[in-house]
């Protein structure tokens, strides 16, 4: 029986490092990172199989095509490495890789943002339309998704 592959994706900061704590306990799983390319991911990742972009802003006036070309990036990695799961902590970059992976057949499992506490990530807003799992770290902010049935409160990952 084959390992179930597992593709951690996350932005920089925060997000990253709940990602790192995650992925600690999945060792026994196949694995790959999809993350922004910072000092500290490159270090903390220098064993690991990785594909790494440098960060993009939203407010950058040549946001959308850099946005389109990520995208198209990570359809290449997703559609040669195929994973069985992908579990996200946010943010921009990981949009492309939930629906992305989606489409390719990926379960996806998005966990809100521990900086959330009363309202909702745009990255969150985006992807709880495709996500398998949605996890909340705040019970305030569970209240937030109160129409979606797939919303659940996990406890911070700290």
């Given at each position: 029986?084959?390992?179930?592959?597992?593709?951690?994706?996350?932005?920089?900061?925060?997000?990253?490092?709940?990602?790192?704590?995650?992925?600690?306990?999945?060792?026994?799983?196949?694995?790959?990172?999809?993350?922004?390319?910072?000092?500290?991911?490159?270090?903390?990742?220098?064993?690991?199989?990785?594909?790494?972009?440098?960060?993009?802003?939203?407010k950058e006036k040549n946001f959308k095509k850099k946005f389109i070309r990520l995208?198209?990036?990570?359809?290449?990695?997703?559609?040669?490495?195929?994973?069985?799961?992908?579990?996200?902590?946010?943010?921009?970059?990981?949009v492309p890789v939930c629906y992305i992976g989606k489409i390719l057949g990926s379960?996806?499992?998005?966990?809100?943002?521990?900086?959330?506490?009363?309202?909702?990530?745009?990255?969150?807003?985006?992807?709880?339309?495709?996500?398998?799992?949605?996890?909340?770290?705040?019970?305030?902010?569970?209240?937030?998704?109160?129409?979606?049935?797939?919303?659940?409160?996990?406890?911070?990952?700290?």
């Amino acid at each position: 029986m084959e390992k179930l592959k597992i593709c951690f994706t996350s932005s920089s900061g925060g997000h990253f490092n709940q990602l790192l704590i995650l992925s600690e306990k999945y060792n026994e799983f196949e694995k790959f990172f999809i993350t922004e390319k910072t000092n500290f991911s490159q270090q903390e990742l220098k064993n690991e199989k990785k594909f790494m972009f440098n960060v993009i802003n939203r407010k950058e006036k040549n946001f959308k095509k850099k946005f389109i070309r990520l995208s198209l990036s990570i359809f290449k990695i997703l559609f040669k490495e195929r994973p069985d799961l992908i579990i996200s902590t946010g943010a921009l970059i990981t949009v492309p890789v939930c629906y992305i992976g989606k489409i390719l057949g990926s379960k996806v499992i998005f966990i809100e943002s521990f900086a959330k506490v009363n309202s909702p990530t745009l990255s969150g807003k985006l992807v709880i339309k495709i996500a398998d799992e949605f996890i909340v770290q705040w019970k305030e902010l569970e209240r937030e998704y109160n129409n979606e049935n797939k919303v659940k409160y996990g406890g911070t990952i700290y």
